[in-house]
């Protein structure tokens, strides 16, 4: 389906609908529990047609968050309380009420790129078998049928088909990252989670990877969240942007309008740390560590680190409040400036 095809209500139609999602690492050492609070209480909604970044720096909780929503988790990993909505096209997944259905929906409408193209990709077999495996049985097609339908897809995408009789060792680690989103879109899902999608792959080629996923999506006209702590890449293709620190969504917004406006002191120091061309003053760093999960700091978890924090932000939590353009959780929003 192309993007052109679908009306301006449908576009803004959210697809996914997360509230108040609490995920906790249940972890016990030597008979000592204690809980990893790496989503707490986020609640966001994306629409139809639209690519959101999320944002924050390591340990943030960011993939613990697009884990949570693709319903891909595991001990110690727990879904505390909260939910994970999907609307695919008038029929509605509740990921933790169904879990069974959720499975169903793998694939054929929802996909999850994983970080690292070799977790799909296995390294003892051609890449034609991973489509066989995970694409095949979705798509109710005979194999001959199926086997055009995945050169097409390649062709479309600007690959070559042969490159399924290779070996994944045979590929250079961009390939195999353009494989992993034709592997991921070739049933055409509505809903596409990726997870650093471009980490660990070099200038040049993550841009090209960023250029597929932003066609790929505009051709199908699916949603996209991915997670990536670089800020350039947000910049790059997000339409809307999610700030994420120490497990809680602190700033949401249009991407231009995060970079150009933010309203969270955690999202200006994100974007004042970007490098300038011809700017070759040091950049500030934030002092401080991010906050332990385990035990994090009373009222808002930034403030600590804050230069503009106040005795209210030390003990009270400022709750994700609308903004013209977005969400911001912080007592002293607005009054940041970008250095
Ligand atoms: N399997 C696990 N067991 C226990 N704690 C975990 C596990 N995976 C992640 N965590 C903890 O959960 C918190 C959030 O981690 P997460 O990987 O979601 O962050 P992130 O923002 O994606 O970081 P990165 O950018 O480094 O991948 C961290 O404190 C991390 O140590």
């Known amino acids: 389906m192309l993007a052109a095809t679908?009306?301006?209500?449908t576009r803004t139609r959210p697809v996914l609908e997360v509230e108040n999602l609490k995920a906790y690492y249940q972890m016990n050492y030597f008979g000592v529990s204690r809980?990893?609070?790496?989503?707490?209480?986020?609640?966001?909604?994306?629409?139809?047609?639209?690519?959101?970044?999320?944002?924050?720096?390591?340990?943030?909780?960011?993939?613990?968050?697009?884990k949570t929503i693709a319903g891909a988790i595991t001990p110690p990993l727990r879904v505390v309380s909260g939910s994970v909505k999907f609307d695919f096209g008038g029929s509605q997944l509740d990921v933790y009420a169904?879990?069974?259905?959720?499975?169903?929906?793998?694939?054929?409408?929802?996909?999850?790129?994983?970080?690292?193209?070799?977790n799909v990709l296995n390294?003892?077999?051609?890449?034609?078998?991973?489509?066989?495996?995970?694409?095949?049985?979705?798509?109710?097609?005979?194999p001959a049928q199926f086997r055009s339908r995945v050169e097409?897809?390649?062709?479309?995408?600007?690959?070559?088909?042969?490159?399924?009789?290779?070996?994944?060792?045979?590929?250079?680690?961009?390939?195999r990252q353009r494989l992993t989103i034709a592997l991921a879109t070739v049933c055409e899902p509505e809903f596409i989670i990726a997870d650093e999608p471009t980490t660990a792959l070099d200038v040049l080629v993550q841009q090209d990877v960023l250029a597929l996923i932003k066609d790929v999506q505009q051709r199908l006209g699916s949603s996209?969240?991915?997670?990536?702590?670089?800020?350039?890449?947000?910049?790059?293709?997000?339409?809307?942007?999610g700030i994420v620190y120490a497990g809680r969504l602190v700033e949401e917004g249009p991407t231009d309008d995060a970079f150009a406006r933010p309203q969270h002191p955690y999202t200006a120091h994100l974007i004042s740390s970007l490098p300038r061309l011809g700017d070759v003053s040091r950049r500030k760093a934030l002092p401080g560590k991010p906050p332990n999960l385990s035990d994090p700091p009373s009222g808002c978890r930034f403030h600590p680190r804050c230069p503009l924090a106040i005795d209210r932000c030390k003990?009270?939590?400022?709750?994700?409040?609308?903004?013209?353009?977005?969400?911001?959780?912080?007592?002293?929003?607005?009054?940041?400036?970008v250095a």
């Open 6 to 9: 679908i009306d301006a209500p």
């Open 35 to 66: 809980e990893v609070r790496a989503v707490d209480d986020v609640t966001l909604t994306i629409n139809r047609n639209e690519i959101y970044g999320i944002a924050g720096e390591s340990s943030s909780g960011k993939s613990t968050l697009i």
């Open 98 to 118: 169904r879990p069974k259905a959720m499975k169903a929906a793998r694939w054929r409408h929802l996909s999850y790129i994983m970080q690292g193209s070799m």
């Open 123 to 142: 390294p003892v077999r051609k890449v034609r078998h991973a489509f066989d495996d995970f694409a095949f049985r979705h798509m109710g097609l005979s």
């Open 152 to 175: 097409g897809h390649l062709k479309r995408l600007g690959l070559d088909p042969r490159v399924l009789e290779s070996y994944p060792h045979q590929l250079s680690g961009g390939m």
């Open 224 to 241: 996209v969240v991915f997670v990536t702590h670089d800020m350039t890449v947000h910049a790059a293709i997000a339409d809307r942007i």
């Open 315 to 337: 003990v009270e939590n400022p709750p994700l409040v609308s903004r013209a353009t977005g969400r911001v959780a912080c007592w002293r929003a607005g009054e940041v400036e």
